[in-house]
């Protein structure tokens, strides 16, 4: 278990400039002990995003003329087996990991709005069920991603859905970013999809504590597609 559960640090030449904000799979919300800055949703659907660092419009414009990323989370329709190894502790030099399965189902929303799935984990955490929501928006070609779990709604103290990771798909990788907390100091996370096949995806989830020049990975989901009604 010793080469498992090694500390994986991504370097700052691993990241990329200009995405801002992250799914939480989005699954950061897991015990990260945060209290950021909450994105409130309003009737008109329209967000407050004071609070985000925007990707430049000349980044948006020139992504948003090569491709339409509507339809980058469709491979995620379905179900899916997750075998989990997640960091016990974050950011405190900690090297040992838990490995646990989860089952997950998803689904898109009308209207090509997005997507959402639920996150079964089984016996690793009694009754803990989580669910992620995709939102993409056509005019800056971006995906926003929510994390919901039933143990705290996803809401903040004051009601409001917690921040999203933000970010999109290039050449087949998908980078999700935002500011959070983390024992009551300033991190930033970041999710990232890759070898994503028909019948299989991997999911990681990574933080940094010194604005991005270095990153610890705390949790990776091997997925593979699995037929209706088999765990």
Same mark, same amino acid.
């Given at each position: 278990?010793?080469?498992? &559960?090694?500390? *994986?640090?991504?370097?700052?030449?691993?990241?990329?400039?200009?995405?801002?904000?992250?799914?939480?799979?989005?699954?950061?919300?897991? @015990? +990260?002990?945060?209290?950021? /800055?909450?994105? &409130? #949703?309003? #009737?008109?659907?329209? /967000?407050?995003? $004071?609070?985000?660092?925007?990707?430049?419009?000349?980044?948006?414009?020139?992504?948003? +003329?090569?491709?339409?990323?509507?339809? =980058?989370?469709?491979?995620?329709?379905?179900?899916?087996?997750?075998?989990?190894?997640?960091?016990?502790?974050?950011?405190?030099?900690?090297?040992?990991?838990?490995?646990?399965?989860?089952?997950?189902?998803?689904?898109? #929303? /009308?209207?090509?709005?997005?997507?959402? =799935? @639920?996150?079964?984990?089984?016996?690793?955490?009694?009754?803990?069920?989580?669910?992620?929501?995709?939102?993409?928006?056509?005019?800056?070609?971006?995906?926003?991603?929510?994390? #919901?779990?039933?143990?705290?709604?996803?809401?903040?103290?004051?009601?409001?859905?917690?921040?999203?990771?933000?970010?999109?798909?290039?050449?087949?990788?998908?980078?999700? @970013?935002?500011?959070?907390?983390? =024992?009551? *100091?300033?991190?930033?996370?970041?999710?990232?999809?890759?070898?994503? +096949? $028909?019948?299989?995806?991997?999911?990681?989830?990574?933080?940094? =504590?010194?604005?991005?020049?270095?990153? @610890?990975?705390?949790?990776?989901?091997?997925?593979?597609?699995?037929?209706?009604?088999?765990?």
């Amino acid at each position: 278990m010793a080469a498992d &559960c090694r500390q *994986r640090v991504y370097r700052a030449a691993t990241s990329r400039p200009g995405v801002a904000g992250i799914e939480r799979s989005g699954r950061c919300a897991l @015990e +990260t002990g945060r209290n950021s /800055p909450c994105l &409130c #949703l309003t #009737l008109c659907g329209q /967000p407050n995003m $004071a609070w985000a660092k925007p990707i430049s419009g000349d980044a948006m414009t020139t992504h948003s +003329t090569q491709r339409d990323g509507a339809r =980058d989370f469709d491979f995620l329709f379905g179900h899916w087996h997750i075998a989990n190894r997640r960091l016990v502790r974050r950011l405190q030099g900690c090297t040992e990991w838990e490995s646990f399965d989860a089952a997950s189902t998803a689904h898109p #929303l /009308p209207g090509g709005i997005g997507n959402f =799935d @639920e996150f079964n984990p089984g016996s690793w955490r009694a009754g803990f069920i989580g669910m992620s929501l995709r939102i993409f928006n056509p005019a800056t070609q971006l995906w926003s991603i929510y994390w #919901l779990e039933n143990q705290t709604g996803g809401l903040d103290a004051s009601g409001c859905l917690q921040a999203p990771v933000v970010g999109r798909f290039v050449d087949g990788i998908g980078i999700f @970013e935002c500011d959070d907390m983390l =024992d009551g *100091r300033k991190i930033r996370v970041r999710y990232t999809w890759s070898n994503i +096949t $028909a019948d299989s995806a991997r999911w990681e989830q990574a933080m940094s =504590d010194d604005s991005g020049q270095s990153w @610890e990975c705390n949790w990776v989901m091997e997925m593979s597609r699995r037929s209706q009604g088999k765990q």
